[in-house]
T-cell receptor
C-alpha cells in the first residue's frame, strides 16, 4: 500500500519556467513532509521540509505548498535551471521522525 | 571530511550467493538505515537501527540481514533468499533525537548498485 503518491513521474520544463511536483498522502498522522533531491549515481539530499502547522515554506527558488484538508503538498521550483535537473522525492513521517515513507519520484529535466 | 561511505559502488551476485554491502559513517549519528531503490518505485526501507546492537525490520526486510556492532557501521547482507536483488541500495544516517517536534534530516551515501550475474 503506497501511502504517498507522487506525480508526475517525469517533467520537462524550459529554463526560467516553474516546475511543479505534487504529492498526496493518506495517513493523517503524518506530520513532517520533506523533499529530497537526487542526482544520477548519488544518494538523495534534503532540499526543503515543512510541518503541517504552516501552509507554505520558501527557501530561495524552492517553495513547498501544503494543504492539510486535501492531504496534499507540492514543490514549486521557480526560475528553473538546467542544474535543477534531477529526481525529486517527496516523503512523509510521523512524530517528525526519521522513518520516512517516500513517494515514487519525479525525474525533472530543465531544457535550455 | 564527514559523511557516509558505501562500498563497493558496483557489486555482482551469483545465484545462491550471499553478498554484503558496507556502510560506514563518521557523523557520530545514532540512527542508520538501509533503503532499496528501484526505477519507478521510490525508496523502500529495508532495515533501520536507532542504537548499537539494536535494529528493526522495515517494509521489505525479507531476504536481507543486518548487524550493528559499532555505531559507525551498519552492513547489509543480501542473502540467497532475496530472489530479486538487482537494485540500487542506499545507506543513510540521522541524529537520534528524543524530544518531540524535531525534524530529522537523513544523510545518504552514494549508493551501491547490485546486479545478478
Amino acid at each position: 500500500q503506497q501511502q504517498v503518491k507522487q506525480s508526475p513521474q517525469s517533467l520537462i520544463v524550459q529554463k526560467g519556467g516553474i516546475s511543479i511536483i505534487n504529492c498526496a498522502y493518506e495517513n493523517t498522522a503524518f506530520d513532517y513532509f520533506p523533499w529530497y533531491q537526487q542526482f544520477p549515481g548519488k544518494g538523495p539530499a534534503l532540499l526543503i521540509a515543512i510541518r503541517p502547522d504552516v501552509s507554505e515554506k520558501k527557501e530561495g527558488r524552492f517553495t513547498i505548498s501544503f494543504n492539510k484538508s486535501a492531504k496534499q503538498f507540492s514543490l514549486h521550483i521557480m526560475d528553473s535551471q538546467p542544474g535543477d535537473s534531477a529526481t525529486y522525492f517527496c516523503a512523509a513521517s510521523t512524530g517528525g521522525g526519521n522513518k520516512l515513507t517516500f513517494g515514487t519520484g519525479t525525474q525533472l529535466k530543465v531544457e535550455l | 571530511d564527514g559523511g557516509i561511505t558505501q562500498s563497493p559502488k558496483y557489486l555482482f551476485r551469483k545465484e545462491g550467493q550471499n553478498v554484503t554491502l558496507s556502510c560506514e559513517q563518521n557523523l557520530n549519528h545514532d540512527a542508520m538505515y538501509w533503503y532499496r531503490q528501484d526505477p519507478g518505485q521510490g525508496l523502500r526501507l529495508i532495515y533501520y537501527s536507532q542504537i548499537v546492537n539494536d535494529f528493526q525490520k522495515g517494509d521489505i526486510a525479507e531476504g536481507y540481514s543486518v548487524s550493528r556492532e559499532k555505531k559507525e557501521s551498519f552492513p547489509l547482507t543480501v542473502t540467497s533468499a532475496q530472489k530479486n536483488p538487482t537494485a540500487f541500495y542506499l545507506c543513510a544516517s540521522s541524529i537520534r533525537q528524543v524530544r518531540v517536534q524535531r525534524d530529522e534530516k537523513l544523510f545518504f551515501g552514494s549508493g551501491t548498485q547490485l546486479s545478478v550475474l
